[in-house]
């Protein structure tokens, strides 16, 4: 039997969802975790939940220099063994550039060929699915209802030219209101942020800017939110290993990069001052 505190925190919040009153609703949890009436991570869920409404897919997609794809024409054995070295179940298949992506192979679809040793002989283009394609600026929650009524896990997000941007999962949404989902194919992701001392620290091109006002290291942009973003964008191009930025009162070093973007940087004090 529902308790009644508890029904009326719920009616409360049904009343607003319906309303759209977005501000409101944050309250109403913000207020309801307080007083206890929801639990804290169930409340951080539906702020987490509420707060999907500002997000678009290029906020949550995989970017596509970290995407796995098949090129088309793959014999069914090599493509069986791409799939089983990268750990994915669904992978996007492209003729010629990674631009034109064609198909989507699912790993359960290679399972005959695995068996039948006539249907072994085949190629990818024999058994891939049609893409399913999304601009970068789709809202998430829109996704989450074409997911849903598509019966789609996984979609490839093109950039305004048609070109691909990157890749996004249900998986991708659904972390977003409860946190990392990790399954026994994921590798420990890489810590963004490390700290070697108090003043000294090394961080990922994919740092935020945000976290890095936690460590008193305060830089602000419109334009862009990594700190590798930030660097290109006050280079004028990607920076090389080496190459050294004296920024808000910290000096940053690339560590290591590659053509298309920064891996690595070491932050420490400008001359060696605490900023």
Same mark, same amino acid.
């Given at each position: 039997?529902?308790?009644?505190?508890?029904?009326?925190?719920?009616?409360?919040?049904?009343?607003?969802?319906?309303?759209?009153?977005?501000?409101?609703?944050?309250?109403?949890?913000?207020?309801?975790?307080?007083?206890?009436?929801?639990?804290?991570?169930?409340?951080?869920?539906?702020?987490?939940?509420?707060?999907?409404?500002?997000?678009?897919?290029?906020?949550?997609?995989?970017?596509?220099?970290?995407?796995?794809?098949?090129?088309?024409?793959?014999?069914?054995?090599?493509?069986?063994?791409?799939?089983?070295?990268?750990?994915?179940?669904?992978?996007?298949?492209?003729?010629?550039?990674?631009?034109?992506?064609?198909?989507?192979?699912?790993?359960?679809?290679?399972?005959?060929?695995?068996?039948?040793?006539?249907?072994?002989?085949?190629?990818?283009?024999?058994?891939?699915?049609?893409?399913?394609?999304?601009?970068?600026?789709?809202?998430?929650?829109?996704?989450?209802?074409?997911?849903?009524?598509?019966?789609?896990?996984?979609?490839?997000?093109?950039?305004?030219?048609?070109?691909? !941007? *990157?890749?996004?999962?249900?998986? =991708?949404?659904? $972390?977003?209101?409860?946190?990392?989902?990790? &399954? +026994?194919? /994921? @590798?420990?992701?890489?810590?963004?942020?490390?700290?070697?001392?108090?003043?000294?620290?090394?961080? !990922? *091109?994919?740092?935020?800017?945000? =976290?890095?006002? $936690?460590?008193?290291?305060?830089?602000?942009? &419109? +334009?862009? /939110? @990594?700190?590798?973003?930030?660097?290109?964008?006050?280079?004028?191009?990607?920076?090389?290993?080496?190459?050294?930025?004296?920024?808000?009162?910290?000096?940053?070093?690339?560590?290591?990069?590659?053509?298309?973007?920064?891996?690595?940087?070491?932050?420490?004090?400008?001359?060696?001052?605490?900023?």
């Amino acid at each position: 039997m529902v308790q009644e505190p508890e029904r009326g925190l719920w009616s409360r919040l049904i009343s607003l969802f319906m309303r759209h009153d977005e501000e409101r609703l944050e309250k109403a949890i913000l207020e309801a975790r307080a007083e206890g009436e929801v639990a804290a991570d169930e409340g951080s869920m539906l702020l987490r939940v509420l707060r999907l409404d500002d997000m678009q897919v290029s906020d949550i997609m995989t970017p596509r220099t970290d995407c796995h794809c098949i090129p088309a024409g793959t014999l069914l054995p090599e493509g069986t063994q791409l799939i089983i070295a990268s750990g994915h179940s669904r992978i996007p298949v492209y003729r010629e550039t990674r631009d034109n992506i064609v198909g989507i192979v699912y790993a359960k679809d290679l399972l005959p060929s695995l068996v039948n040793e006539k249907e072994h002989q085949g190629i990818i283009d024999q058994i891939m699915r049609p893409p399913f394609f999304v601009p970068e600026t789709k809202m998430v929650l829109e996704l989450l209802q074409e997911f849903r009524s598509r019966k789609q896990h996984i979609a490839v997000v093109l950039d305004e030219y048609g070109g691909t !941007s *990157g890749l996004v999962t249900i998986e =991708d949404v659904l $972390e977003e209101i409860v946190g990392d989902i990790e &399954d +026994e194919h /994921d @590798t420990p992701q890489e810590e963004h942020i490390k700290i070697l001392d108090e003043t000294h620290f090394e961080l !990922s *091109g994919r740092a935020c800017l945000d =976290d890095l006002a $936690e460590l008193g290291i305060v830089l602000a942009s &419109d +334009e862009v /939110d @990594t700190i590798g973003g930030y660097l290109s964008l006050t280079a004028g191009h990607v920076p090389f290993a080496g190459e050294e930025f004296v920024l808000s009162g910290w000096k940053f070093k690339v560590l290591e990069a590659s053509t298309k973007a920064i891996r690595c940087i070491g932050v420490e004090p400008a001359d060696g001052r605490p900023a």
